[in-house]
Each structure stands twice: as structure tokens, then as C-alpha cells.
């Protein structure tokens, strides 16, 4: 018995083995079984398969290959599609069992397709600007030299109390808050832009919210991304602003529409400004943030205001202030790298 | 980019495994919202092009102002420093015929030092040389030499806007 199953199945795939193309999706069901005791006889035969020249081979199966012809001959019905993960609505918890795949999905509901476009700004960082600044803040260091030891940043607890056992360590002398350490400049971490923020607050929009909706159109229109509002937090009296209202939109550019953005503000925006004199060069938070504003007139600069000006009702045309976040931790290195891009500074560098 | 999508706040639990909690409600997954975009050509004031994406349909942006006729990007260029806007010639017509010496010797200064840019006398082009090449070496006036840079630039944004 046993031998005559093994010889039916040997001549099963005898026959499989002629006509490939016909029944290949078949053939991928055979292909499960390759565990079976018959490997040894298939291996064999495989070997003979495969002494023909491959080009040979080639051209007999492509003469063989007429998919429609194929698909009449089919008796039975193709398998349906092979299963498909669909990622849910709503995400219930970190214990439900059918889980939203991950923003980098392309099955994701939350999947954002591109980069579309290599920007100008980019390639040229890439090739001229990271290489420069790299260049500029070089720093040897004989072979041999050690940095001289510095103390510690946060102060241990001197006493004789046993409560300073295990104590956290005390903040610094003078200020509360510890600066960013300046790490030396390799190839690893030359400054470059990490993202934009452009921020606009609205007086006006507490009491009227058309003021939120004029500014959200203009910011989306100039960064090409979907803004979002913010609410007061804590009612001020003295700013007329109560809490829950919104009263600002921001937009956060990352990649590519960060690069578009800062090269139109740089080439074509900042040059119109009348009597422009730069960015002020005291801007920046101590740790490689730099901002800046435009007022509303300067806003209507920008090329996507300009060509549907009549759009927006005049009035409600926002300022806005744009935060360049970079990786470097200075506002030096920053100021910088914000230089090579094109940005102009004035006035007295505070570092 | 895909780190701050809001709608992803709220399953911020996902990215700590090891604290779970059992949620009663549900969380809509938006889908992000991006507007359109087109590519748009942008065309400098001296010819130069390049190419960017924005919401605005208009498929060539033409500028007159901009980075490269602009003197507070390109402060040693003294043609853009005696900019004198003279489309029709009228300024100069009227030069011509009423204008005194020193008018029409100022023009043709001018003209000069609009073809090659050398009107600057050499003794001073070598000093500025000398100048950059003294401040490479000073180490701890690195900042102080960066600041006062600047400033130059900012004196001949000055100057033009003197001149308008």
C-alpha cells in the first residue's frame, strides 16, 4: 500500500513538473510539503531539471506562458486573495486584541505617504553647508591631550545630617536650570534643522472666532500643513483672555515642507520686507532655538498669499512668529547654521 | 514626522509595553489631513529657477525682489548699492541736459562700476583681505568677530534704504 501511494505521488508531480506555468498556483500548495520522504527522489529529479541551459529553459517557458489561455482551461476557482490586516477605527487600549498598526504602515490609517520632492535647501545642506560648518568649528586636539576635568554640574549634600545619605543631588549654584552641554563637533553631529514651528496668537479671536479661521487658512496655506488651535490654559485678566478659549493656531513643518517653508521665507519672502534688517541677533533660547516674526503686511509677502490676496479679509491677516528648532545646543552653532543657510542677523549676537 | 501626529497622542501606552491598562473607551484613529499641493517654479531676479512644493496653484512665481538684487545678502556688490531706479531714462535725460559736472561725472562713475565691480581702490580691497586673514587666528574673539561682520552688512542695508 504504502509503496503505491509513494509511486502516485511520484508521478503527480511528474506530470507537475511538465507543465509548470498551468497549475503554478497549485504547485505553491505542493511546495508545503517539502518535508516529505519523496525530497530525496526530487532532488534528483530537480537536478536533471537544471542541467538544461538556463536560457533554454527560459524560452520554453515564455512560449508556454498565455495567462488567458491558462484561466479557460482552469476548472476549478482560484483560492480568494490572500488575507489582509485592516487596521482599525478606533484604538480601544493596549489590551484589545485587534490593534492599529503603526504610523509607518502604509496599511495604517494614520500613514502619511512621501517625501515627494528632494528640496533645494536640503541638497544644499547636504553637499556645501554640513561640511562647512563641520569645517568651521573644528577644534584639534594634539594626540595625547586630556580635556582638564570639570566639576560636577550638580552639587553633592555636605553635612553631618543623616538625611543627606542618598539625598538627590542639588542644583546648581546661581540658576536653577542646567544649560545644554556643547559636545565637540564631529561628523556625527554637525547642527542641522530639525523642525519649524510657525505660531500665531489672535487677541481678536476670543471674541470672534473668524479671526482663527482667516489665520488657520493663511498658515496652512504658507506651510502646507493642517494647523492646529490652541486653548488659553489659565484665564489673564489684564490680556482679556479667559480659559478654554482658542485663541492660537500653530503648524509644525517637519522634513521636506520645513525645508520648502525656510527656503521661501529666506529667498523670497525676507528680500520684499521694506527696510528689512535681519533677524535680531539676540534671538534664540541658549539652547539652538531660533525664532523670528513677520507682521501681518509681511505676511501678505509670502507668494500663496499674494496670489489670492482678496481671499482673506485684510484685517485678519495674522503675524506670525517662526521657531527654527536645530539640533545644535548653542545659539551660536545655530545662529550659524541659520547664517549659511541666508538668514541675515542684526544687532548685538547674544550667545 | 510621524512621531508628533496628534491623533497618535492618545495611544501613547502603546510605546510602553510593560504598563498596561485597560481602557473603556474608544479613540478615533483620524486619518491626517494634508492640503493639496503643486509644484511650483520659482524665478529669481537674475534667471535662476528652482522648483518647490506649495498650496498655491499658480505654476511660475516670477520675483522682483529678492535674495540676489537685495544688498543686505550681497553687501560687496556695489552695483546694488548705487541702485538708482531709471527705467525710462528720464533721470538721466534730465542729467544731461540741466545737470552740473559733478552730476555727470558721479554718472559715469556709476556706469563703471556697474560693468566690473573694481571701482573700490585697491588699498582698501587689501585691507579687508588683511583684516579676514588677522581674524582667523584669534580664537577667543571668535563671537566678537562674528557680531561685528554683521554690523558691516547692516550699514549697507542702511545705505540703500538712505538712498530711496
Not at chain 1, 490572500?82 to 500613514?111: I, M, N, T, V
Not at chain 1, 517653508?261 to 539676540?282: A, E, T
Not at chain 2, 512644493?53 to 548699492?81: C, E, G, H, M, V
Request: aromatic content about 8%.
Amino acid at each position: 500500500m504504502a509503496l503505491q501511494e509513494v509511486t502516485s505521488a511520484f508521478i503527480k508531480r511528474m506530470q507537475s513538473t511538465q507543465t509548470p506555468l498551468k497549475q503554478a498556483w497549485k504547485l505553491q500548495c505542493l511546495r508545503t510539503y517539502a518535508t516529505d520522504p519523496m525530497q530525496k527522489e526530487l532532488g534528483e529529479l530537480e537536478e536533471s531539471v537544471h542541467q538544461a541551459t538556463p536560457t533554454d529553459a527560459a524560452g520554453k517557458r515564455l512560449s508556454q506562458y498565455d495567462p488567458t489561455q491558462n484561466a479557460k482551461q482552469r476548472k476549478e476557482q482560484l483560492p480568494p486573495s490572500r488575507y489582509q490586516f485592516r487596521s482599525p477605527r478606533f484604538y480601544r487600549g493596549p489590551l484589545h486584541p485587534h490593534q492599529p498598526l503603526k504610523s509607518s504602515d502604509p496599511a495604517s490609517r494614520e500613514f502619511v505617504p512621501g517625501p515627494f520632492t528632494l528640496p533645494r535647501l536640503q541638497q544644499t545642506y547636504e553637499s556645501t553647508i554640513a561640511p562647512d560648518l563641520m569645517t568651521l568649528t573644528y577644534q584639534h586636539y594634539p594626540p595625547g591631550f586630556e580635556r582638564p576635568q570639570k566639576g560636577e554640574r550638580l552639587r553633592e549634600w555636605v553635612g553631618d545630617s543623616p538625611y543627606f545619605k542618598n539625598r538627590p543631588r542639588r542644583g546648581p549654584r546661581g540658576y536653577d536650570v542646567l544649560p545644554l552641554l556643547r559636545k565637540p563637533i564631529t561628523f556625527r553631529n554637525v547642527p542641522k534643522l530639525e523642525r519649524v514651528t510657525v505660531h500665531t496668537m489672535l487677541k481678536g479671536a476670543a471674541d470672534d472666532s473668524a479671526y482663527l479661521h482667516v489665520a488657520g487658512m493663511v498658515v496652512q496655506n504658507i506651510t502646507n500643513v493642517r494647523v492646529q488651535t490652541h486653548a488659553v490654559r489659565k484665564s489673564v485678566a489684564s490680556f482679556g483672555l479667559r480659559a478654554g478659549k482658542h485663541v492660537s493656531v500653530t503648524s509644525e513643518l517637519y522634513g521636506e515642507n520645513m525645508y520648502h517653508f525656510l527656503s521661501k521665507v529666506i529667498d523670497v519672502v525676507m528680500p520684499k520686507i521694506k527696510d528689512y534688517k535681519g533677524v535680531k541677533g539676540s534671538s534664540g533660547d541658549s539652547s539652538g532655538h531660533i525664532s523670528f516674526g513677520f507682521k501681518p503686511e509681511e505676511v501678505a509677502l509670502f507668494p500663496e498669499v499674494e496670489v489670492n490676496y482678496d481671499m482673506y479679509p485684510p484685517k485678519m491677516i495674522p503675524g506670525l512668529h517662526v521657531t527654527v528648532h536645530t539640533s545644535a545646543t548653542t545659539d551660536y552653532d545655530a545662529r550659524m547654521l541659520l547664517q549659511a543657510i541666508g538668514v541675515p542677523f542684526y544687532g548685538k549676537m547674544v550667545d | 514626522m510621524a512621531l508628533m501626529r496628534p491623533s497618535l497622542r492618545p495611544s501613547a501606552t502603546l510605546q510602553t509595553p510593560h504598563i498596561h491598562q485597560q481602557v473603556r473607551h474608544a479613540t478615533l484613529l483620524k486619518r491626517p489631513k494634508r492640503p493639496y499641493t503643486f509644484t511650483q517654479l520659482i524665478t529669481l531676479s537674475d534667471g535662476s529657477t528652482f522648483l518647490h512644493r506649495t498650496t498655491s496653484p499658480a505654476p511660475i512665481y516670477k520675483s522682483t525682489k529678492d535674495t540676489k538684487n537685495n544688498p543686505l545678502w550681497n553687501p560687496s556688490s556695489q552695483k546694488l548699492l548705487n541702485v538708482e531706479e531709471d527705467e525710462a531714462g528720464r533721470l538721466k535725460r534730465f542729467r544731461a541736459r540741466f545737470g552740473r559736472g559733478f552730476d555727470v561725472e558721479s554718472l559715469e562713475e556709476g556706469e563703471e562700476a556697474r560693468e566690473g565691480e573694481e571701482s573700490v581702490p585697491r588699498e582698501r580691497q587689501e585691507e579687508s583681505l588683511l583684516d579676514m586673514i588677522s581674524s582667523v587666528g584669534q580664537e577667543a574673539e571668535k563671537k566678537g568677530k562674528a557680531a561685528g561682520k554683521r554690523e558691516e552688512a547692516k550699514k549697507s542695508g542702511k545705505g540703500k534704504g538712505g538712498q530711496k
